[in-house]
């Protein structure tokens, strides 16, 4: 059942001035004026824009369609799918001692804090007065019971008794405390869209209770913002206090691995971190931003935003949210993310939105939700998977290191542990109340993009209502109508978003200037008139975007530990090259049909393909929107673009992308991708094709890799006064400026070369850096490269330095190709070794390249130096001489030319 509009207008109303009612405004050092949305009782800082009550903004079009859908699946039907949903914060369930582990019978106070939370916002946004009942209905026992002796609003237990306290911090380091911060925040949320007083009377009895109460707990620090909720509505001293303590330096007790987020983290390239459960890192991360608003000190609002910059940084999936399976680690095609995080990253995103006014955190919210949300969930909103993964072709692939393993990426009512079926039901709530918000001056701010009606209160407390039509973000325009109660002056924000360049703002067809501000809104202050029109005009283009998939590979151990990552430079060479094709804040995918249902994949799609990045020609097609949204696989938004049939074959327990770019054989062919969104079946981090490898006819640019007998500078110890390859009597006479001058002399053009002396990776190949060591090198764009090592490499005496000393080779040629496809000769050692050559024969086969022999030349003793001349260093004098050098050089001209077709000399 629907309340009729005009009775909801009253209701949101009175909603929005609540907090006029209950106090004179108070304040910590805040500005003195309080807003129209503004708290009663105000901190340091007030944020940046301020959040409208759940209710303000109603979804309408396609958004509705889906809250619809969320509502007839689970948000409404929780009870349905698992007891623990009936359990969750019920009057009668009371864990105590051992229950209060999560895994030992209390995990529905987390999974009650998720679904409440959602079920309460939902409700609110629909105006369903169903779901606002049944919202009640579940929160009713916690505040009908809550008392001044409970441990925050764990209200059955004691926090006077010895007991009980000592079993809820041996419970993970107080892991329930941190369930009643989710629980908290729904109760929040309730009371912001329906005023019930109850709640904030309970809110005093959780925070208000005990001075010491958030500062003593070790494990998370989800009830700061809660408890902040509670002390701006209420002005409770003894929350002041709570909070005072809590950010008062030296006194936190915090496990470091918690503590360690309320400092800004080193984000230099290269910087390593432990890493982190991914709810852990967003439930212990995004609330320090209160310590801001709390204190005034911007550290903490810098360390809230360095940690989610690092995460962006280190783990962002292309479709907005984070590497999560179920601890964050590099971008992978086939790695996870959890349904929880999708959750929580929205969350984390809209909040810091909310303290910072910056519209970044806006595009991080739409990227998040328009992809990685409707992942989550079948097209009827009654399945859903623990993980998602860019790349999916088969149910039950990948194997996935945490949670439900491979079971996680299938469709299913429920999966153990129960968190992401309860935590499914926030995703949606919280972008369509968050759509809006206030700014301090009584100005309104457009932060999030879709279908809905805003109705609201600005300037001198004018009802305001704003009609927002659109199919975004499956179109570009936005066409919105002010109605206002009469003509008022106020200022509306509008949000650019950073991928659109070209934005257009019209007000009643008249354009405005559309230059958005640092924080990338576009301010428009002036008298509005009831019926004046806004039309936004954000012109999408498509984007390929290449890409390294850096993950680690399995097998995985299932271990809960975390390990240390790296934060990578921007052109980053490590991992595996893919591409990817947005347009506007879209990711687009090749489906693969979901039929019978969405474990069931079309056997006779093609998906095998390689995106030509050189000529991807991608034409966007539009078609109508359907009369019911839900995700559909036929889009009305298409992209079309150029691809390239590969052979690649990835493996069911353990897929991945191919280690290079595939050589182009063929003319490619246009492939259809759709929105992410509208797949459960797809391929979204495509392998790449490349030109075909370079001619020789072609080359102008030659990378030589080697060591000593590459270059060597002088060095009077050892009697060696040359600056080239050891031991040439002059630099003309070495390997490589013979190579050069044969090659010179193939194309009628002498080449530009680059000489370097890899010894160190010889010496630490097992350690070496490559991708950053050898960036400048990379960034040559040599046309053929001559890899020629092997000589300082200590012996491989065992297969764990064979396979290592191996890998770093298929490293160098995969770094040496990552950009197209040069010619690359590998070069045995000139001083054979069965072992290190069979290494390097192995590497440069997997990869295509070519290997020369050059064993032989090192065992006839005419090619050494000593042959030629007396040396008083053997070991210079056992180089090879001029002799030997031509011949290396003859060796290597003669495999390139071969390659071609041509003759050698």
């Known amino acids: 059942m629907e309340r009729n509009r005009s009775t909801w207008l009253g209701i949101a109303l009175a909603a929005m001035a609540l907090g006029t009612a209950l106090t004179p405004n108070a304040t910590r050092g805040a500005e003195s004026k309080r807003p129209i949305y503004g708290r009663p009782f105000e901190a340091k800082k007030r944020p940046a824009l301020l959040p409208l009550p759940p209710g303000a903004v109603e979804p309408a079009g396609w958004l509705r369609d889906w809250c619809i859908a969320a509502r007839d699946g689970y948000t409404g039907h929780m009870d349905d799918y698992d007891v623990a949903f009936r359990q969750a914060w019920a009057a009668d369930f009371r864990q105590k001692g051992e229950g209060l582990y999560w895994y030992k019978g209390a995990w529905p106070y987390e999974g009650g804090g998720y679904w409440f939370d959602g079920l309460a916002r939902l409700g609110l946004a629909l105006h369903d007065d169903a779901l606002i009942g049944q919202a009640k209905a579940r929160l009713d026992p916690v505040l009908n019971n809550m008392n001044d002796r409970g441990l925050l609003f764990l209200w059955w237990l004691d926090r006077s008794d010895p007991g009980d306290r000592a079993a809820v911090k041996a419970a993970l380091e107080g892991w329930p405390l941190w369930t009643c911060g989710l629980l908290g925040r729904a109760l929040s949320g309730y009371y912001a869209g329906t005023g019930d ?20 707990i070790t494990g998370n620090v989800s009830n700061l913002w809660p408890a902040y909720d509670a002390y701006t509505r209420t002005g409770d001293p003894a929350i002041a206090e709570a909070l005072d303590a809590m950010f008062r330096e030296g006194t936190s007790s915090l496990v470091p691995t918690i503590d360690r987020y309320r400092r800004p983290p080193d984000l230099t390239p290269g910087a390593e971190v432990d890493n982190a459960h991914v709810v852990e890192f967003l439930e212990c991360t995004t609330p320090w931003a209160v310590g801001y608003l709390w204190t005034g000190d911007e550290t903490y609002l810098k360390a809230a935003l360095g940690w989610h910059e690092l995460l962006d940084r280190v783990a962002m999936q292309p479709h907005g949210v984070p590497v999560a399976d179920e601890w964050y680690l590099p971008t992978g095609a086939f790695r996870g993310s959890e349904t929880c995080d999708v959750a929580g990253y929205l969350w984390s995103q809209l909040s810091l939105l909310s303290v ?28 859903h998977v623990y993980f998602q993964s860019p790349n999916r072709f088969a149910a039950g692939s990948p194997t996935f290191p945490h949670g439900p393993g491979a079971g996680g990426g299938v469709y299913k009512a429920k999966h153990d542990p129960l968190c992401c079926t309860a935590a499914l039901n926030r995703i949606i709530p919280w972008y369509a109340t968050s759509m809006w918000m206030a700014t301090n001056d009584d100005g309104l701010a457009a932060t999030c993009y879709g279908p809905c009606k805003l109705t609201a209160l600005a300037g001198e407390r004018v009802p305001v209502e704003i009609t927002c039509e659109t199919d975004y973000p499956f179109n570009e325009t936005i066409a919105m109508t002010v109605k206002t109660a009469h003509e ?13 360049e070209t934005p257009g703002l019209f007000v009643n067809d008249e354009p405005v200037a559309a230059q958005p501000s640092e924080n990338g809104f576009v ?9 004046d029109r806004v039309r936004l005009h954000l012109p999408m283009t498509p984007r390929l975007q290449q890409g390294r998939d850096a993950a680690p ?3 995985f151990n299932g271990v809960h530990a975390p390990t240390r990552v790296s934060i990578p430079a921007k052109d980053d060479l490590r991992g595996l090259p893919y591409a990817t094709v947005s347009y506007g804040p879209l990711l687009f995918a090749l489906a693969i049909a979901d039929l019978a249902d969405p474990n069931t994949p079309d056997p006779a799609a093609r998906w095998k393909f390689a995106l030509d990045e050189q000529q991807p020609r991608i034409e966007v097609v539009r078609s109508a929107m359907p009369t019911k949204w839900d995700w559909p696989l036929d889009s009305p938004l298409k992209l079309k673009v150029q691809a390239v049939a590969v052979d690649w074959n990835p493996s069911f327990e353990s897929p991945m992308l191919p280690a290079e770019p595939f050589a182009k054989s063929g003319p490619s062919e246009a492939i259809t991708l759709v929105p992410y969104g509208c797949s459960k079946f797809r391929i979204a981090m495509f392998p790449v094709a490349a030109e075909p490898e370079v001619r020789v006819a072609d080359v102008r640019k030659i990378l030589f890799l080697g060591n000593s007998i590459t270059h060597h500078g002088p060095k009077p110890d050892i009697d060696w006064a040359g600056d080239w390859g050891m031991a040439a009597t002059a630099p003309e ?24 002396n890899i010894a160190e990776f010889e010496r630490e190949y097992a350690t070496y850096d490559v991708d950053a060591k050898m960036k400048d090198l990379v960034a040559f ?3 053929l490269v001559v890899l020629a090592i092997g000589e300082n490499v200590p012996a491989l005496a065992s297969d764990e330095a064979a396979d290592k000393f191996h890998r770093g080779v298929v490293k160098i040629l995969a770094a040496v190709r990552s950009k197209r496809r040069p010619i690359v ?23 295509g390249t070519i290997y020369v022999d050059a064993g032989p030349l090192g065992r006839d003793e005419a090619n050494a130096a000593r042959s030629e001349r007396p040396y008083k260093h053997a070991g210079v004098g056992g180089h090879p001489g001029d002799r030997g050098m031509k011949a290396l050089a003859d060796l290597i001209v003669k495999a390139v030319l071969a390659r071609a077709g041509e003759p050698g000399r």
């Open 197 to 216: 007083r109850r709640v904030l009377d309970a809110m005093i009895q959780a925070y208000g209770a005990d001075p010491d109460g958030l500062r003593s």
């Open 356 to 383: 910072t006014g910056d519209g970044r955190m806006a595009d991080r919210a739409e990227r998040a939700l328009f992809n990685a949300g409707p992942a989550t969930v079948s097209r009827d909103f009654k399945t």
């Open 488 to 500: 008022a002056s106020f200022p509306i924000s509008f949000r650019i978003p950073g991928w659109c």
């Open 523 to 531: 301010r428009i202050e002036r008298t509005w008139k009831p019926g």
């Open 553 to 555: 590979r399995g097998p």
């Open 733 to 756: 006479k070495d390997y490589v400026h013979l190579v050069a001058a044969a090659i010179g002399k193939h194309t009628g053009k002498p080449p530009e070369i680059l000489v370097r």
């Open 781 to 783: 764009d040599a046309d």
């Open 825 to 847: 000769v590998v070069r045995s050692g000139f001083w054979a070794d069965e072992a290190k050559d069979r290494q390097l024969r192995k590497a440069s086969d997997e990869a």
